[in-house]
Structure formats: structure tokens, C-alpha cells
């Protein structure tokens, strides 16, 4: 496995995004960030953390679960388990800055967008990741990107927090040598 970034390289980064989110709203009012599970919630919330400490201001963070609205759920190829989403906070109106951890095909976003559609009416949505690794076959690009990774499709992105994984670091690893 190739690491693609350290934990220092990972905070910097995210601290990057939020200020970008916070940035691209015009300051903090109206802003939510909502987390794609799992991964992408970590990366909310730390994003939440550094805009708290760069604007002193603590904006709602919330959590979307997708697995509902995925398109390969009646194929038989989805093994995803749904846990549901948690918004304390009404979305209409308010300018979601969209997380998650990696963006690859862009089917993972269409599944966000239609079940954050299914939760109210955003103003605006935004889309902030760690890692964009390319091969998309949906026409969707990030607002902000912590790095920009080509991959081959025999490659993957392993991201891990220390909330989930219990360390932070982000590598690119072989599905050839696995098997």
C-alpha cells in the first residue's frame, strides 16, 4: 500500500475544505454540512471543528444515509445496510456543504442528492472530499477536493480516521495483489 497522505497532510486538508465551505457560502449563516455515511461524516464533523475555531461559530452537522437511494439496490450488487439519516435541522433554505470521504463514479452523490430531496429543499448543495480518485460516469464534480488522485480501476482509496479505523491516513492499494 502507497500512502497518499498522512494524518498532518489529512488535517490540513480538511482544514482547507472548511474554510473553502465557508468560503463559497459567504460566511457561516445558513450553512449546514451533512455527512455522507460513514466516512464522509467524520470528515463533516472535523470540517464543523475547524470552522468553529476559524469563525467561532458552530454549524449543524447531520447525517445522510444513502443506501436506500442507491441505484444497484435491486441488482443484487448492494450490500449496503440502511441506519437511516439524522438532520436535527430543517434543510430548506440552507446552503448543505455535501461530505464524503472519496468521489469516484459520482453514483454515490446522485443517491445523495435524491435522498436529500427526499428531507426537504435546499437552497443550495455543495460537494466537498478528501480524495477525487477520477472515473466518473455521472456528470458531477466537487466543490472542493483535498487531493486530486488518478487511479486505474485495479487500484482503490482506503481512507481511515481515527474515529472509525483508529488512525488517520489515506493510501491507494492494489485489488490485484489482495486477491
Known amino acids: 500500500m502507497k ?3 498522512d494524518g ?5 486538508a480538511i482544514a ?7 468560503e463559497k457560502n459567504g460566511g457561516t449563516d445558513g ?5 455522507i455515511r460513514t466516512r464522509g461524516v467524520v470528515l463533516a464533523r472535523r470540517m464543523r471543528e475547524e470552522i468553529k475555531r476559524n469563525e467561532g461559530t458552530d454549524v449543524p452537522v447531520g447525517i445522510l444515509d444513502i443506501a436506500l437511494y442507491r441505484d444497484d439496490l435491486l441488482s443484487g450488487g448492494c450490500d449496503a445496510v440502511f441506519k437511516g439519516s439524522e438532520l436535527d435541522f430543517d434543510l430548506d433554505g440552507k446552503n448543505v456543504a455535501l461530505c464524503d470521504d472519496v468521489l469516484f463514479t459520482g453514483r454515490t452523490v446522485r443517491a445523495a442528492l435524491s435522498a436529500l430531496s427526499a ?3 435546499a437552497k443550495s448543495v455543495r460537494l466537498y472530499c478528501l480524495v477525487d480518485r477520477g472515473h466518473r460516469e455521472l456528470p458531477f464534480c466537487a466543490d472542493g477536493v483535498g487531493k ?3 487511479t486505474s480501476r485495479e487500484e482503490r482509496i482506503l481512507v481511515r480516521f481515527s474515529e472509525t ?3 488517520d491516513g489515506i ?4 485489488i490485484k495483489e489482495r486477491r
Open 3 to 5: 500512502v497518499l497522505m
Open 8 to 12: 498532518g497532510e489529512m488535517r490540513r
Open 16 to 22: 482547507r475544505l472548511a474554510a473553502l465551505a465557508a
Open 31 to 35: 450553512l449546514v454540512l451533512v455527512g
Open 119 to 121: 428531507l426537504g429543499r
Open 148 to 150: 486530486n488522485v488518478p
Open 165 to 167: 479505523d483508529g488512525e
Open 171 to 174: 493510501y491507494l492499494d492494489s
